[in-house]
């Protein structure tokens, strides 16, 4: 239990208040602007000057602190209270080993105070996707690629990675193919490397270590910095940023191939060129390959054919005399440049391109262990996440900390250790449904069971499948619910966080974005929101918020597009603040300016923001470089995101969830005592579902009220509810309205009776 004084105490698997109540985290990541940085601006669609990433900045990232009160007031006005703040390896220690962004660091202080005067809790992120923006992601700086012998500029030609920003056109970069960068070479190197380089690869030392305590030593040591500067700030630690995520989404890299000959079974997600290891390995040395080629369909994945990969002698290793003075470290003579390491390590032989040992990852070179993932992350993921989590502690003293595994993975099995036992311990996993995002397509006809089906739940994959909509959003929640009880049972009694989950808003090829209907996205947040709600977690941060989401480049990364704000759509009029039209108005993005929503007066402050928050009109001027993108805004699905909540619960939720569809909350209690006068259990009830006037509500005792609270200039309304010991029940019912529905097309409940007809017709074979 953390100390008095505290706002969120952790306590026997659950959230309080210094009353004791359960609070529930309703979050959402912000922002996904961390990604990319800001000196030059550079998405991912820009090559430019990409690979000077020595001399890139982060300043002002995720936006800067002068505009933190605008996004903080948006987010609290759609009900959140927790914030997984977004940050990057590279946004501190871009320049050099050892060399750190301040400027960068006394803004993200800045922005963390600004989140302070709306109460939010937060817990920072130190966010990777596929190692590094230079091996197609984001997260660590260049300069890690180099010190791993790694040459980015070749990664293209060798396809070591696949990277938008050099993709040969930009605009026809492949849905979600920047996944697969973890099955190339560079990722997949720079993971081993990482978690296992003194397993796997003894002959890399630098500075007289191995490479994998020079790369997690400078990781760790950069957060730890952060996490010290913070501290430093005094008025911030524990009142706002209340614990820290261990990482996001490690990889095991090439650790635990059993054959890297072979395609593993765990490999999923397969789309474009589909390598072995083994074959990643000869492209990254020069050689022409035929690889498969995969696409994604409606039933996952299938063979295409194959292609040959050649790169021309390209090799994805630096040259033997390549200089790499510039960032002072020392390379061991062992370690030779120009060679493979791989082969350096007698994984295979290039003077006749043999691979002599295709088992190399899979068994422990000193104990002859088998490796698998459950190996992996009992033992090189959890010694990597105690160094990082006694480092952050080392100056935030009662740290919360997040333990994110391997994505959709067993957690570590530390229950009833010391590890298990730290009162201080979130669980923190990661869900999407695979379909949806992979296809960009919201089927409301059926789905499938993946967690089941990764678990081994069923004789056959077939046997994981669900069809109608009522069954898909009832699997949704068994998947959350399974991964929920997976960390109590794994890692001990501690509160369940989904740190990420969310859909894709460019679905349909983008057809919302041409008619202003939002109605498959409506469904599919209702869903994902829906299992969150129902399966008994503790809190959810939902991915993504994005400030320069625009139609044509989404969230302006690797085609992604999950933000729930863009500049080119409407706000939902969740506020009963009177719009004030003089005072909003929308500048074109891309000159470091975004949408206005105060007057401009050189800040946003608590003082001005009851014009800031007022829903903003649209400019006629396009943002889009395609108009049609942008001739019918719409809200953006926001009825199924902005959604009623528990705040504070006196006692323990029993259950709770939102039909969007009835516009009705239901939630059951376990009160070990009456709700006192100061103290009732307290609901987020959203005007737009819920006006005041037109809204029932049932308890099963006790007595109620709304009322409209305002903080820092925001309107919330709120239920509270005093009630006795005990069950306890509370239903509200509010207004039901049609949503996102675009002239001449079926709304959201119309395709719901399409899809009941569909299934009746359906029969399985």
């Given amino acids: 239990?953390?100390?008095?004084?505290?706002?969120?105490?952790?306590?026997?698997?659950?959230?309080?208040?210094?009353?004791?109540?359960?609070?529930?985290?309703?979050?959402?990541?912000?922002?996904?602007?961390?990604?990319?940085?800001?000196?030059?601006?550079?998405?991912?669609?820009?090559?430019?000057?990409?690979?000077?990433?020595?001399?890139?900045?982060?300043?002002?990232?995720?936006?800067?602190?002068?505009?933190?009160?605008?996004?903080?007031?948006?987010?609290?006005?759609?009900?959140?209270?927790?914030?997984?703040?977004?940050?990057?390896?590279?946004?501190?220690?871009?320049?050099?080993?050892?060399?750190?962004?301040?400027?960068?660091?006394?803004?993200?202080?800045?922005?963390?105070?600004?989140?302070?005067?709306?109460?939010?809790?937060?817990?920072?992120?130190?966010?990777?996707?596929?190692?590094?923006?230079?091996?197609?992601?984001?997260?660590?700086?260049?300069?890690?690629?180099?010190?791993?012998?790694?040459?980015?500029?070749?990664?293209?030609?060798?396809?070591?990675?696949?990277?938008?920003?050099?993709?040969?056109e930009p605009e026809k970069f492949p849905k979600m193919i920047w996944s697969t960068n973890y099955y190339r070479l560079a990722a997949a190197t720079m993971f081993t490397f990482f978690f296992a380089g003194k397993t796997f690869a003894p002959k890399c030392i630098i500075d007289g270590m191995n490479i994998q305590d020079y790369l997690q030593g400078h990781f760790i040591r950069a957060c730890e910095h952060l996490a010290k500067r913070i501290h430093e700030a005094g008025d911030i630690e524990n009142d706002v940023v209340f614990g820290w995520e261990s990482l996001n989404?490690?990889?095991?890299?090439?650790?635990?191939?059993?054959?890297?000959?072979?395609?593993?079974?765990?490999?999923?997600?397969?789309?474009?060129?589909?390598?072995?290891?083994?074959?990643?390995?000869?492209?990254?040395?020069?050689?022409?390959?035929?690889?498969?080629t995969w696409d994604m369909g409606q039933i996952g994945p299938y063979k295409v054919g194959r292609t040959l990969v050649d790169p021309h002698g390209e090799v994805a290793w630096l040259p033997a005399d390549y200089d790499e003075s510039r960032y002072g470290y020392k390379r061991d003579p062992g370690w030779k440049l120009g060679e493979c390491i791989w082969a350096q390590h007698g994984v295979w032989d290039p003077a006749t391109d043999t691979l002599l040992k295709k088992d190399y990852f899979g068994i422990h070179p000193t104990t002859g262990e088998h490796i698998d993932y459950p190996y992996f992350t009992n033992n090189f993921f959890m010694e990597y996440f105690r160094v990082y989590r006694d480092a952050i502690r080392s100056h935030h003293k009662n740290a919360v900390i997040l333990l994110q595994g391997p994505t959709m993975e067993l957690p570590p099995?530390?229950?009833?250790?010391?590890?298990?036992?730290?009162?201080?311990?979130?669980?923190?996993?990661?869900?999407?449904?695979?379909?949806?995002?992979?296809?960009?397509?919201?089927?409301?006809?059926?789905?499938?069971?993946?967690?089941?089906?990764?678990?081994?739940?069923?004789?056959?994959?077939?046997?994981?499948?669900?069809?109608?909509?009522?069954?898909?959003?009832?699997?949704?929640?068994?998947?959350?619910?399974?991964?929920?009880?997976?960390?109590?049972?794994?890692?001990?009694?501690?509160?369940?966080?989904?740190?990420?989950?969310?859909?894709?808003?460019?679905?349909?090829?983008?057809?919302?974005?041409?008619?202003?209907?939002?109605?498959?996205?409506?469904?599919?947040?209702?869903?994902?929101?829906f299992a969150v709600e129902s399966s008994g977690l503790e809190g959810y941060t939902l991915w993504l918020y994005m400030t320069k989401n625009v139609h044509e480049r989404g969230d302006?990364?690797?085609?992604?597009?999950?933000?729930?704000?863009?500049?080119?759509?409407?706000?939902?009029?969740?506020?009963?603040?009177?719009?004030?039209?003089?005072?909003?108005?929308?500048?074109?993005?891309?000159?470091?300016?975004?949408?206005?929503?105060?007057?401009?007066?050189?800040?946003?402050?608590?003082?001005?923001?009851?014009?800031?928050?007022?829903?903003?009109?649209?400019?006629?001027?396009?943002?889009?470089?395609?108009?049609?993108?942008?001739?019918?805004?719409?809200?953006?699905?926001?009825?199924?995101?902005?959604?009623?909540?528990?705040?504070?619960?006196?006692?323990?939720?029993?259950?709770?969830?939102?039909?969007?569809?009835?516009c009705q909350f239901n939630m059951t209690i376990i009160a070990p005592k009456a709700a006192e006068t100061d103290t009732p259990t307290i609901i987020l009830l959203p005007d737009y579902h819920f006006p005041k006037d037109e809204c029932i509500v049932e308890v099963s005792s006790g007595k109620w009220e709304i009322s409209s609270d305002e903080e820092e200039s925001i309107m919330l309304q709120r239920l509270r509810w005093w009630h006795g010991k005990g069950e306890q029940v509370l239903k509200i019912t509010g207004v039901v309205k049609k949503h996102n529905i675009g002239e001449?097309?079926?709304?959201?409940?119309?395709q719901l009776s399409n899809a009941v007809d569909f299934v009746g017709s359906c029969s399985v074979m």
């Fill in 556 to 662: 302006q990364w690797n085609g992604e597009d999950l933000s729930i704000f863009s500049i080119d759509d409407k706000l939902l009029p969740v506020s009963p603040i009177p719009r004030s039209p003089s005072t909003s108005s929308l500048l074109k993005p891309g000159d470091g300016s975004q949408r206005k929503e105060v007057d401009d007066d050189g800040s946003v402050t608590p003082a001005n923001l009851r014009r800031s928050i007022t829903n903003p009109s649209i400019s006629s001027e396009v943002t889009s470089r395609q108009p049609e993108l942008t001739v019918a805004p719409g809200y953006r699905a926001a009825e199924a995101y902005v959604r009623p909540a528990p705040v504070v619960t006196v006692g323990t939720i029993k259950n709770y969830f939102f039909d969007l569809k009835q």
């Fill in 413 to 529: 099995k530390i229950k009833g250790t010391p590890d298990g036992d730290d009162p201080l311990l979130v669980y923190a996993p990661h869900w999407y449904d695979g379909i949806t995002l992979m296809t960009k397509k919201w089927n409301r006809y059926w789905n499938i069971d993946v967690i089941g089906v990764l678990r081994g739940k069923y004789w056959t994959p077939a046997s994981g499948l669900r069809f109608g909509e009522t069954a898909i959003r009832k699997c949704f929640a068994e998947q959350h619910a399974t991964m929920r009880q997976e960390g109590l049972d794994y890692i001990g009694n501690v509160p369940c966080v989904m740190t990420e989950f969310g859909i894709p808003y460019d679905m349909d090829d983008q057809k919302a974005y041409k008619t202003g209907d939002y109605a498959s996205q409506s469904a599919a947040m209702d869903a994902n929101h």
């Fill in 1 to 168: 239990m953390t100390g008095a004084g505290f706002r969120l105490i952790v306590e026997n698997g659950k959230f309080r208040d210094a009353h004791g109540r359960q609070i529930t985290l309703r979050g959402i990541n912000v922002a996904g602007d961390a990604k990319y940085p800001s000196i030059p601006d550079q998405p991912s669609h820009m090559a430019e000057n990409f690979f000077d990433g020595d001399s890139v900045r982060f300043t002002g990232r995720p936006f800067p602190k002068e505009e933190a009160h605008l996004h903080f007031s948006r987010l609290k006005r759609f009900g959140y209270n927790t914030i997984r703040y977004v940050f990057t390896w590279e946004a501190i220690e871009a320049a050099g080993p050892g060399i750190y962004d301040e400027e960068w660091i006394d803004n993200t202080i800045g922005v963390l105070r600004a989140a302070r005067d709306y109460g939010f809790y937060i817990f920072m992120d130190p966010h990777q996707d596929v190692w590094s923006r230079f091996s197609g992601g984001s997260g660590a700086p260049m300069w890690t690629l180099y010190a791993a012998g790694l040459n980015p500029q070749s990664f293209a030609a060798t396809e070591a990675a696949i990277v938008h920003n050099v993709y040969p």
């Fill in 249 to 292: 989404e490690p990889n095991k890299g090439m650790i635990g191939y059993e054959d890297i000959s072979v395609i593993p079974k765990e490999q999923n997600l397969k789309k474009g060129t589909c390598p072995t290891i083994w074959q990643t390995i000869l492209t990254g040395s020069g050689r022409a390959v035929e690889v498969e």
């Fill in 744 to 750: 001449g097309e079926g709304g959201y409940y119309d």
